[in-house]
Nanobody
């Protein structure tokens, strides 16, 4: 029943912006810390950003700090990732993650391609 559905990915030129969304259902969203991970071609899973269950605390990987912003909307059970000043190195499949107790839930991923 737990479901995370990412959307908003696509093809964008370097320097451009994208806004990813992760719609959650099947669990209590307001009690779950949420995160974004990404996987570049041929690479392992990389943590990108996290937000606390109350939406107040945020943290970012150094590679995206100052360019990406994570936020959440409890009324919509949705977490967002605003990505600005995109670089080719940001290319990959972006996954939404929810952690409840010691259980991790994952979305299907959305492709982000940054290329000229």
């Amino acid at each position: 029943e737990v479901q995370l559905v990412e959307s908003g990915g696509g093809l964008v030129q370097p320097g451009g912006s994208l806004r990813l969304s992760c719609a959650a259902s099947g669990f209590t969203f307001s009690t779950s810390p949420m995160s974004w991970f990404r996987q570049a071609p041929g690479k392992g899973l990389e943590w990108v950003s996290s937000i606390t269950s109350d939406g107040i605390g945020t943290t970012y990987a150094n590679s995206v700090k100052g360019r990406f912003t994570i936020s959440s909307d409890n009324a919509k059970n949705t977490v967002y990732l605003q990505m600005n000043s995109l670089k080719p190195e940001d290319t990959g499949v972006y996954y939404c993650n929810a952690r409840q107790v010691s259980i991790d839930y994952w979305g299907q991923g959305t492709q982000v391609t940054v290329s000229s």
